[in-house]
């Protein structure tokens, strides 16, 4: 079946720098993925939605060039967390429409930041 | 705009209990409708999912769950709780198969011997 594959699974990085979560459809192509944010013990938060070749759309209260974008590819999207800081720590993770299962939408592993 | 209350944040039942999760969405057309399970520190795991047809759907690990229009409910089933099910349970929905997915608060189920 479909599969989504999210790298890394776990992260640990220093404030005030930079870390790259990649999210892939391993035997699909997703023209949309969407990124969402767990808190602990929280429910799941749309980020965004990545649309390969265009720009990403953000939900309000998402800072764009904080969280940056990338969909380069039809099973590559990345999200970048840019300057990061201790309150960007959290549990972040990918889905994908794939039509080859009636458009279910399919979930990544997940990415847990930890920013120290 | 598309909303989820599952209003039992947490439910502690006996193994070999029966179990009901209540999910209530608002939406004005037919949703697509979502059950999850996230153990502590992994990801979703999909148990079933109503797009259209049969009001009754069966998912994985014996969970079902039951759509409502009338009452705007996608109540989520199990006959016979083991102890693996215990874990935090999202319910969700959206207007498509290719549209974001919004989510309950979830609720969180302990089982007890």
């Known amino acids: 079946g479909a599969v989504v594959s999210q790298h890394p699974s776990w992260v640990i990085c220093k404030s005030g720098t930079s870390v790259k979560i990649e999210c892939r459809s391993l035997d699909f192509q997703a023209t949309t993925m969407f990124w969402y944010r767990q808190f602990p013990k929280q429910s799941l938060m749309l980020m965004a939605t990545s649309n390969e070749g265009s720009k990403a759309t953000y939900e309000q209260g998402v800072e764009k060039d904080k969280f940056l974008i990338n969909h380069a590819s039809l099973t590559l999207s990345t999200l970048t967390v840019t300057s990061a800081h201790p309150e960007d720590s959290s549990f972040y993770i990918c889905s994908a429409p794939s039509s080859l299962s009636g458009n279910t939408i399919y979930f990544g592993e997940g990415s847990w930041l930890t920013v120290v | 705009a598309q909303s989820v209350t599952q209003p039992d944040i947490h439910i502690t039942v006996s193994e070999g209990a029966s179990l009901e999760l209540r999910c209530n969405y608002s939406?004005?057309?037919?949703?697509?409708l979502f059950w999850y399970v996230q153990s502590p520190g992994q990801g979703l795991q999909l148990l079933l999912k109503?797009?259209?047809?049969?009001?009754l759907v069966q998912g994985i690990k014996g969970f079902e769950a039951e759509f409502k229009r009338s009452q705007s409910s996608f109540n989520l089933r199990k006959p016979s709780v083991h102890w693996s099910d215990a874990a935090e349970y999202f319910c969700a929905v959206s207007n498509s198969g290719n549209t974001p997915l919004v989510f309950g608060k979830g609720t969180r189920l302990s089982v007890i011997a």
């Open positions: 109503y797009f259209s047809g049969d009001t």
């Open positions: 939406y004005g057309a037919t949703p697509y």
